[in-house]
């Protein structure tokens, strides 16, 4: 039987755990609600995103060769590429997102940005929602599950990772088991899925070279006249010659 008190204790006892959300049931609560809306071309021209109606063909078709040639590298397989500049400022934000976005093209596969730059993080605006979690903030609190990083985007089958709230130690975060574990995970249980990694410049950044080590693929995005000869080969000396398939000339 039960009395006043313990319908009382009871009461009180919800009202704690009530208050004990956790950060993990939040964004799960948040991400249930969430309806993203596809971008308008007008709204796909002003973040420079290619797409398959747009009127400049030429930059359209220097993004699917690229895809092309990367397909075609991997024999078919889903991949990680990291796309990282020689410099600072140098593109490899853009070329990122439009490889990506050349992925999406095609109905039978998508891609997934990571946005490891985390000094200059460029992806929120991609999704269509607030983001209450990202890429480093799953990385120090084990309640957060993969998927609650993991946002759809105005633009169709292209997924995107946030940086995250935590933008300092970078080189701890990305050399983690951990982050290990999320790249491995959603390469392998998303085979139709390739994985783009936005990083800093790889001679400025321990992180990119670390993030250089997870990754298949490693693209170099040089900008025109803002880099030396000497840079471009630190940075070609950075990355494991094997896994260097190429590099941008960004103007």
């Given at each position: 039987?039960?009395?006043?008190?313990?319908?009382?204790?009871?009461?009180?006892?919800?009202?704690?755990?009530?208050?004990?959300?956790?950060?993990?049931?939040?964004?799960?609560?948040?991400?249930?609600?969430?309806?993203?809306?596809?971008?308008?071309?007008?709204?796909?021209?002003?973040?420079?995103?290619?797409?398959?109606?747009?009127?400049?063909?030429?930059?359209?078709?220097?993004?699917?060769?690229?895809?092309?040639?990367?397909?075609?590298?991997?024999?078919?397989?889903?991949?990680?590429?990291?796309?990282?500049?020689?410099?600072?400022?140098?593109?490899?934000?853009?070329?990122?997102?439009?490889?990506?976005?050349?992925?999406?093209?095609?109905?039978?596969?998508?891609?997934?940005?990571?946005?490891c730059n985390?000094?200059?993080?460029?992806?929120?605006?991609?999704?269509?929602?607030?983001?209450?979690?990202?890429?480093?903030?799953?990385?120090?609190?084990?309640?957060?599950?993969?998927?609650?990083?993991?946002?759809?985007?105005?633009?169709?089958?292209?997924?995107?990772?946030?940086?995250?709230?935590?933008?300092?130690?970078?080189?701890?975060?990305?050399?983690?088991?951990?982050?290990?574990?999320?790249?491995?995970?959603?390469?392998?249980?998303?085979?139709?899925?390739?994985?783009v990694i936005?990083?800093?410049?790889?001679?400025?950044?321990?992180?990119?070279?670390?993030?250089?080590?997870?990754?298949?693929?490693?693209?170099?995005?040089?900008?025109?006249?803002?880099?030396?000869?000497?840079?471009?080969?630190?940075?070609?000396?950075?990355?494991?010659?094997?896994?260097?398939?190429?590099?941008?000339?960004?103007?």
């Amino acid at each position: 039987m039960e009395t006043n008190g313990d319908k009382s204790k009871m009461k009180d006892e919800n009202i704690v755990h009530l208050g004990r959300e956790t950060s993990a049931v939040r964004i799960k609560n948040i991400r249930s609600m969430a309806q993203v809306r596809t971008f308008t071309e007008a709204e796909l021209q002003k973040r420079k995103i290619v797409y398959a109606g747009m009127p400049d063909k030429k930059l359209l078709n220097i993004y699917r060769d690229i895809r092309t040639k990367l397909v075609r590298k991997s024999s078919g397989k889903n991949f990680v590429l990291l796309v990282s500049s020689v410099c600072d400022g140098g593109g490899a934000s853009f070329n990122a997102l439009n490889i990506a976005a050349a992925f999406s093209l095609d109905e039978a596969k998508t891609s997934m940005l990571l946005d490891c730059n985390l000094h200059n993080s460029s992806f929120s605006d991609l999704v269509g929602m607030d983001v209450e979690a990202g890429l480093t903030d799953y990385l120090v609190d084990d309640e957060i599950d993969a998927e609650d990083v993991i946002y759809a985007s105005g633009v169709p089958r292209v997924r995107v990772v946030p940086a995250g709230t935590y933008t300092e130690s970078g080189a701890e975060y990305f050399s983690s088991l951990r982050m290990a574990q999320f790249i491995e995970s959603i390469k392998s249980r998303y085979p139709d899925r390739f994985i783009v990694i936005d990083a800093p410049a790889l001679t400025n950044s321990a992180e990119a070279r670390i993030l250089a080590e997870l990754s298949d693929y490693v693209l170099m995005v040089v900008p025109r006249g803002m880099v030396t000869q000497q840079q471009i080969k630190k940075s070609r000396e950075a990355v494991d010659r094997e896994k260097l398939i190429g590099f941008i000339f960004n103007n």
